[in-house]
């Protein structure tokens, strides 16, 4: 960089305005995150209810799902076993 170009960087910096806080700007951003955090508080109690809700509600086990897994295990079992009796009859000719 040559010594003109730092003086015109210079002189361009010297010449921008200098920021400063904007009280109405700063209350609005206020504003909108308490009403982010308002919303945020109140989702969160109306889960906390029903989350307590269900918590008080009687969870009764299923009776279908161990039949559901054990009628899949048979069924693969016998697959499996007929795939090794392919194979056997198969590798014996």
């Known amino acids: 960089m040559t010594p ?3 003086d015109v960087s210079i002189g361009e910096l010297q010449r ?15 504003a909108r995150c308490q009403a982010a955090l308002a919303r945020q508080r109140a989702g969160h109690a ?5 989350t307590a809700a269900v918590e008080r509600t009687e969870a009764v086990a299923s009776r279908q799902s161990p039949v559901a897994i ?10 499996v076993g ?9 590798l014996s000719r």
């Open 16 to 30: 921008l305005a200098v920021l400063e806080p904007d009280a109405a700007r700063a209350a609005r951003t206020r």
């Open 46 to 50: 109306g889960r906390a209810a029903r």
């Open 70 to 79: 054990g009628g899949c295990c048979l069924l693969c079992a016998a697959y």
């Open 4 to 6: 003109d170009a730092a």
């Open 82 to 90: 007929e795939l090794v009796v392919t194979v056997v009859r198969l």
